[in-house]
């Protein structure tokens, strides 16, 4: 088996052009030799592609190359990272089931579990962190899904995986975790008994803010059963932007590498600034789950959370002096960017919902780039300065 980097570069399919890098497959449908053989192919008899809907050389190129980094047996590729989240869940529930999830999720993932999913009568339950003892009396006979994410959507919480993968076994549920903060390359959740695992491939697995796309990666049998509902629903990636997500697997190792690096400078650096209440990344000694992140992460992550004194106009103010930070509510992305997450991807939640997943007013969601760490602390801390009045 070949290190992650190697496969990561390596995997891609071959046309009969021996071209060195994989080219761009930009077709909506393939031909077939004979009736027999379209037969055959649509009876899945014989391999072969189909319909770009279904499946395309770019999306297959990006599927195994993902599959091989997160040591998953298949995988789908889809258009954004929530259609992702949606089919994930969707092709596995059906009416009258029961999803058990961490409190602490990303603002659209708690609307589909809260108001769309109820709609088909699938119901959820959240259960807290911090509270892993109780768990046990959340689960219902219905119960069918155990979904968190980790580290969490923006407060950075991590979930013990080991704990997760024995305690979804121990109750016959689907695990399905949302890898986007801490990409393959950072964190394998299928080591620890994940049964599915889901990307926002628009993040760090393109890292530049180009595309948008999603991937769900696990078991064969339960990929199948994805398959179907995707197909016949059409999330489907396009083929260009499967080739980007393709290209850009190639250097993740790289980029994360900085983004982690850059991102425990910065964070160290402004730990104890007396502007912020609280500084939180995983990787510094006085997030919570310090321990438990060093265990299932191989370094912290490209994202940090600030907490301004002042509340939300207090972090209003900071935003709008900021002069090399992005605003935008994308991550992941080689230049760096400020969310004000209160007011933006998680406004939707209720006062209490986002204090519950520890989301103030005054907090703000840093997603370190791949800048010089000096020039990103200077632009921030000149922004701290300017917003105190």
């Not at 091989?68 to 089919?87: K, N, V």
């Amino acid at each position: 088996m070949s290190h992650f980097e190697t496969d990561a570069i390596r995997i891609q399919s071959r046309s009969d052009q021996r071209e060195h890098s994989s080219s761009i497959c930009l077709t909506s449908s393939f031909t077939f030799e004979s009736a027999e053989e379209a037969r055959a192919m649509f009876a899945e008899e014989i391999p072969g592609n189909i319909y770009s809907r279904y499946a395309n050389p770019n999306s297959t190129d990006l599927i195994e190359k993902v599959c091989a980094a997160e040591g998953t047996e298949d995988g789908i590729a889809t258009a954004s990272g929530m259609a992702a989240m949606f089919s994930s869940m969707a092709s596995l529930l059906q009416q009258g089931d029961h999803v058990l999830a961490a409190r602490s999720l990303f603002g659209s993932t708690h609307q589909l579990l809260t108001r769309v999913f109820p709609k088909w009568g699938i119901t959820s339950t959240y259960g807290d962190i911090s509270d892993c003892q109780n768990w046990e009396k959340l689960v219902q006979p219905n119960t069918k899904m155990l979904f968190i994410e980790t580290p969490s959507n923006p407060g950075l919480e991590i979930i013990d995986l080991e704990w997760a993968g024995k305690f979804a076994a121990a109750h016959n549920l689907i695990l399905v975790v949302d890898n986007c903060f801490a990409t393959p390359y950072l964190q394998q959740p299928a080591k620890w008994g994940a049964h599915i695992v889901a990307h926002s491939a628009t993040k760090f697995i393109d890292g530049q803010g180009r595309v948008i796309g999603g991937l769900i990666l696990g078991k064969k049998e339960l990929i199948k059963e994805v398959q179907f509902f995707t197909r016949h629903t059409g999330p489907s990636l396009s083929p260009f932007n499967a080739w980007v997500l393709s290209k850009s697997m190639e250097t993740l190792a790289v980029r994360m590498d900085r983004h982690c690096e850059n991102a425990l400078k910065i964070a160290t650096y402004f730990e104890g600034n007396s502007e912020l209440e609280a500084v939180k990344y995983p990787f510094l000694k006085s997030h919570p789950q310090h321990t438990l992140a060093l265990k299932q992460m191989k370094a912290g992550g490209g994202i940090i959370t600030l907490t301004l004194k002042g509340g939300g106009e207090r972090a209003q103010r900071f935003i709008d002096q900021l002069q090399m930070v992005s605003i935008t509510p994308n991550l992941g992305d080689a230049r760096s960017i400020v969310t004000h997450p209160a007011s933006t991807t998680h406004s939707k939640l209720t006062p209490e919902e986002r204090a519950s997943v520890g989301i103030s007013d005054g907090l703000i969601r840093l997603s370190v780039g791949l800048e010089h760490n000096e020039d990103i602390i200077k632009d921030v801390e000149r922004a701290i300065e300017k917003s105190k009045y």
